[in-house]
């Protein structure tokens, strides 16, 4: 049978022209391990974990804002730094990512002070480093980021939205800003300081904004949200090659250490058809996702109102506002205002309306609707947000939206090599999810212990095949 649409259309070729179902037999299913290793205390969450030289791990959990260093029985932790400074840097007001550097040290986004901690091999702060652009930090959060092999860090760019001069054509308000569908990759180097693009990704389709004024004269925005949309995704490899995979056709497109670039060809991709039910379903639990954002919005400004506050007038005053796309379902990270979290109580965002800064500026109220079932694809895109990881022997795990290979609902990657080489996929155990990498083939997963908590386990891929170097 063929899809019926444009979108349908992308998403089967990876089968109908270049990826036999033949192919995809031969690629090797692997397991994982036996825990050899497991934590008997809960974390409030896992945001990523970096392997330490005298074979434990550093964990970082965002919730209870700790890094914490484990032995390498998981027996023994020791927190690093903490949600309260002792005599140190503290962890900062919300979440943060571990960030690999060179020779296994890692870097640690301070939120706070907006700058750098360098972590040691064994989890110690050995200085602190100042970015290229400090107040990109506080978006890093929600989204990868990297270090290639000159050290030069690769993140994602926070989107700038400037409010329009133009009128709408039919209400002759001001024109509402349209959410971008891409987002840059830039490089900062941390010697020049200097800050420049690498590539781009396409992070949403479908959503679009509209203006309308009340009786009450006041205005209000309207996002309509497709809650299933292709979008690109990233990752910086081991060895510092960075790859793009590209949603609607399922190949990745490389930049080498030494600067050459390829694409490399289709990957196999297993196409799931989706009924008017199944789109309803994603309908219904993007809006309960959103209304549980929009109520821990409105917790987060009650708790810093005065912060908010002041940001506000900060945007109107600069005629800009920085905005961080809210998917839904995913985790609101850092800070800044955000486009996308209206839900039922809606939110409220600040414009300029000139360089007069905020005596002027205008208030409008948002709120989110969804897109007609028409509207959605007729088949799953081949991959999500969040889907790439990158481990430490030169690999890039990506996470297909869905895979023949998964018996029970378990999570099953598509390992690729750096040479786009789809060598080997490996299957999780039935609800676990990647914490982050070791060496050698070493997988660190995490799991939900009811209402207890996070519980972290070390294991390893099975017979792996060789195509990378373990």
Not at 208 to 220: P, Y
Not at 269 to 276: E, G, Q, V
Not at 279 to 287: P, T, V, Y
Request: aromatic share 6%; hydrophobic share 40%; net charge neutral.
């Amino acid at each position: 049978m063929r899809p019926r649409n444009t979108v349908s259309l992308l998403l089967c070729s990876t089968l109908v022209a270049g990826a036999p179902v033949v192919a995809q037999q031969m690629v090797p299913v692997r397991d994982l391990s036996a825990p050899e290793a497991k934590t008997t205390q809960h974390f409030g969450n896992i945001f990523g974990v970096r392997p330490l030289a005298n074979g434990g791990v550093l964990v970082n959990d965002g919730v209870r804002r700790q890094l914490v260093t484990l032995d390498a029985g998981f027996s023994n932790r020791t927190v690093v730094v903490d949600s309260v400074s002792e005599g140190g840097q503290s962890y900062g007001p919300r979440s943060s990512p571990i960030i690999p550097y060179l020779a296994d040290s890692s870097l640690f986004v301070d939120g706070q002070s907006l700058s750098l901690l360098v972590l040691d091999p064994s989890g110690k702060i050995a200085h602190v480093m100042s970015a290229p652009k400090p107040g990109d930090l506080r978006f890093m959060a929600s989204g990868a980021s990297g270090v290639d092999a000159q050290g030069n860090l690769l993140y994602r760019a926070p989107m700038l939205v400037t409010r329009s001069t133009s009128t709408s054509p039919s209400s002759g308000e001001p024109a509402p800003p349209q959410p971008p569908d891409s987002s840059s990759i830039v490089r900062a180097n941390f010697e020049t300081r200097s800050v420049d693009t690498v590539g781009r990704v396409k992070i949403q389709n479908g959503m679009r904004a509209n203006m309308a004024q009340g009786a009450d004269g006041k205005m209000t925005m309207t996002m309509t949200i497709n809650p299933l949309s292709t979008v690109d995704e990233w990752a910086v490899l081991s060895d510092g090659t960075i790859a793009f995979v590209r949603g609607h056709d399922y190949h990745i497109d490389w930049i080498k250490p030494d600067g050459q670039t390829f694409a490399s060809p289709k990957l196999p991709f297993d196409w799931k058809r989706l009924t008017d039910e199944d789109k309803q379903a994603l309908i219904d639990s993007a809006r309960t996702a959103q209304e549980k954002q929009a109520a821990d919005m409105k917790v987060a400004a009650a708790n810093s109102g005065a912060t908010g506050a002041r940001m506000g007038a900060e945007a109107a005053a600069s005629g800009e506002m920085e905005v961080r796309m809210v998917v839904a379902g995913s985790a609101s990270g850092g800070g800044g205002m955000s486009i996308g979290g209206g839900g039922g109580g809606g939110s409220t965002m600040v414009f300029s309306s000139g360089p007069g800064g905020p005596p002027g500026a205008m208030q409008i109220s948002q709120k989110t609707e969804f897109v007609p079932l028409k509207e959605i694809p007729d088949y799953y895109p081949a991959i999500r947000a969040g889907a790439t990881k990158a481990d430490l022997d030169g690999n890039l795990w990506i996470l297909p939206t869905t895979s023949a290979q998964s018996k029970a609902g378990e999570l099953v990657y598509d390992v690729v090599n750096n040479k786009g080489e789809l060598f080997q996929r490996v299957r999780l155990p039935v609800g676990r999810s990647i914490a982050g990498f070791g060496h050698k083939g070493v997988v660190y997963l995490m799991y939900r212990d009811g209402t207890n908590g996070w519980l972290l386990e070390r294991t390893k891929v099975l017979n792996p095949a060789r195509s990378a170097e373990y």
